[in-house]
């Protein structure tokens, strides 16, 4: 099968090496010259000691992804609808492969591209899989979720399923598009209270809360609940909100050790999906009048640039209701 892969960087590059081994014919498209004639030398800055397949080709033109029926989005969320716009979507099937909200329209990547073009075929690609791991071809299993072409979902599995990469197939676009997102959020609150030195008992806390928080405003939305109890929902909130190679989790980490938000992500130095997301999904739940107090925080801190002391407090002094209250 033909791929074109929507942007070049760290996890695109992982995903259209993963099929390129696999057999695909694989293209993938970047603005940043260094990346694009990095991965036609059969490498890439970002992910250094890894060999690409010397099938993988990249290229500065968007005209070139013209010629491949399945296009795959690896880019930062608020910059989908600005390239996509610049695509011809009629007859094309479009992959989902980030995970954000769009900052102002709340809408998830999937909405956008319907938006964009209402008969494209649209599908998410999520789940634990963090592209170094990726790249170098560690077992994952992932979710592809599809809204309405069963048909194409399952063509599609067998041509990105592996033995080493693992695809299940969902119905719940919704649900497996917004565990991808929201899991962004609850990671930063884990590494903040990494960074403060809280302990495991405080992070296990904060993920199994911040899973009924992504469920309940899942629910709200949507979504299924079960879609929030595997691989695209807890699956990776345990990955993103525990690992040193999330840069979600390392974001609230050096929040939690001192650094502004401005000093964070420099030090970075990559995009943090989290940080708009926690700003879109702040002014959702107050549109939809959901309960979300980990959200809240992370919005307060991160956004409003609040004092953590004060904002923990204002948390731990909250009177705790029934566990599952949805």
Not at 59 to 64: A, N, P, R
Request: glycine share 10%; hydrophobic share 40%; charged share 25%.
């Amino acid at each position: 099968m033909r791929f074109a892969v929507i942007g070049g960087g760290r996890w695109g590059t992982a995903l259209g090496t993963h099929l390129a081994r696999t057999g695909n014919d694989v293209l993938i498209y970047d603005i940043n010259e260094t990346a694009v004639e990095r991965i036609n030398e059969g490498s890439h800055p970002y992910l250094r000691g890894i060999e690409l397949p010397e099938g993988l080709k990249a290229t500065l033109s968007l005209e070139d992804v013209h010629e491949f029926e399945n296009l795959i989005c690896a880019l930062p969320t608020q910059t989908v609808r600005g390239v996509f716009s610049r695509i011809e979507l009629k007859g094309r099937r479009v992959i989902n492969a980030s995970k954000g909200l769009e900052l102002g329209t709340f809408k998830r990547v999937s909405q956008i591209i319907r938006e964009i073009e209402p008969e494209c075929k649209v599908f998410a690609l999520s789940g634990p899989s963090f592209a170094e791991e990726v790249s170098r071809g560690l077992p994952t299993a992932v979710v592809l979720a599809y809204e309405k072409d069963e048909e194409g979902a399952y063509e599609l599995q067998r041509a990105i399923n592996s033995e080493n990469f693992r695809v299940y197939v969902n119905p719940d676009i919704v649900g497996v598009e917004l565990g991808g997102a929201l899991k962004n959020v609850i990671a930063i609150a884990c590494g903040i209270s990494d960074g403060l030195g809280f302990g495991y008992n405080a992070r296990a806390a904060l993920i199994t809360r911040g899973l009924v928080e992504m469920t309940r405003i899942g629910l709200r939305l949507g979504a299924k609940r079960e879609t929030f109890f595997g691989l695209s929902g807890a699956g990776d909130l345990i990955l993103t909100a525990t690992s040193d190679l999330s840069r979600n989790r390392t974001f609230g980490l050096l929040l939690g050790e001192g650094l502004s938000s401005e000093e964070a992500l420099e030090k970075i130095g990559q995009v943090v999906e989290g940080v708009k997301t926690v700003e879109a999904l702040k002014e959702l739940t107050d549109r939809e009048n959901i309960y979300a107090p980990i959200t809240e925080a992370v919005y307060r801190v991160v956004i409003l640039r609040e004092e953590i002391d004060a904002v923990l407090r204002e948390m731990l002094l909250r009177s705790p209701g029934e566990e599952f209250s949805l």
